[in-house]
């Protein structure tokens, strides 16, 4: 199934899109798409059959996010714990991501005219490398679209993603690119595989768990959280309108935090800004570097 598909609202899924519209809707939408093994389970069908309605559940989230005019999507599609299920099913996880990345850069035209940046967090040193050179492809040609984001969370946790952005400050000051005292949680911020990410303003858990699962830990601290009781490949658009609604009616208790955050943020300076273009220039070269490696 394709990553870009057309609009599928029926006139009064249109009509609520319209008046939620009418209100705030969030910039950001991040999602933990949960409840493929077991929904594989309740219909008697095979693991994999559940991941891959699971993909085109995110398909269509993606048109509905449109239709909510909401530019910026995060997906948890493989967190790092995951690599500790079976082999067979984490094979073929692997296998459905080979396919669904080939069929993204398939659409390279469709993806192109939408605007569509996509962004894979994670280690992707962890991952094989037919993936990671696909993902680095789909990276760099699509870096300079600026209409829609998609990040996705793959080979992630947010411990990991800490872990190593502690890392990358220690070792600036270690070389006197930065000074201890540079380490302030905007650099931090700045350090995080989400880096050109504005924090998600609402979180989605589908299948009912209440819990985080090391996901987005530190860019969650203000936002707006929603657990739908419903199986990911269940999820439909009113359980996304339900959650927007309890976004817009506690937004006005989210603002004073989310300006507090803010304004704990101080102004940059010169060795900083360096430090964090030296950062990126060092990222989009490695993304080369395995865009030309052999896979
Ligand atoms: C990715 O994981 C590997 C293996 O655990 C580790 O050596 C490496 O430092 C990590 N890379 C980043 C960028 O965190």
């Keep these: 199934m394709s990553w870009i598909r057309a609009s599928t609202l029926n006139w009064i899924q249109f009509l609520c899109v319209k008046i939620i519209k009418s209100g705030r809707v969030p910039k950001h939408i991040a999602f933990i798409m949960d409840g493929n093994r077991r929904y594989a389970q309740k219909n008697n069908v095979r693991k994999f059959e559940g991941h891959s309605q699971g993909f085109d559940k995110l398909a269509e989230t993606l048109q509905w996010c449109l239709d909510l005019g909401i530019p910026e999507v995060t997906v948890y599609a493989f967190s790092i714990e995951n690599f500790k299920r079976s082999q067979e099913e984490v094979d073929a996880l692997m296998e459905l991501s080979q396919q669904k990345f080939e069929r993204l850069l398939s659409e390279k035209d469709k993806l192109m005219e939408h605007g569509v940046c996509i962004r894979v967090i994670g280690n992707l040193s962890l991952l094989p490398q037919n993936i990671r050179k696909l993902i680095a492809q789909a990276m760099i040609l699509t870096k300079d679209n600026k209409k829609t984001f998609l990040n996705v969370a793959f080979a992630y946790t947010a411990r990991e993603e800490m872990a190593q952005a502690v890392r990358t400050a220690v070792s600036g000051v270690e ?98 800004s360096l430090f964090h273009t030296c950062l990126a220039a060092s990222r989009l070269a490695s993304l080369e570097e395995l865009n030309h490696a052999v896979a």
């Excluded at 905007?186 to 595989?193: T, V």
């Excluded at 996901?215 to 990911?232: G, H, K, N, P, T």
Aim: hydrophobic residues 40%; aromatic residues 10%; glycine residues 2%.
């Design 175 to 272: 070389r006197d690119a930065l000074q201890l005292s540079d380490v302030t949680q905007q650099l931090l911020s700045n350090c995080l595989y989400t880096s050109t990410s504005p924090d998600p303003e609402l979180l989605i858990r589908t299948s009912g768990e209440v819990r985080l699962s090391d996901y987005l830990l530190w860019q969650v601290s203000c936002s707006c959280i929603y657990f739908a009781d419903v199986l990911w490949p269940e999820f439909s658009i009113w359980h996304l309108l339900a959650a927007i609604i309890k976004y817009q009616r506690s937004y006005a208790q989210l603002v004073p935090v989310q300006q507090a955050d803010e304004m704990a943020n101080g102004c940059l300076n010169e060795r900083i």
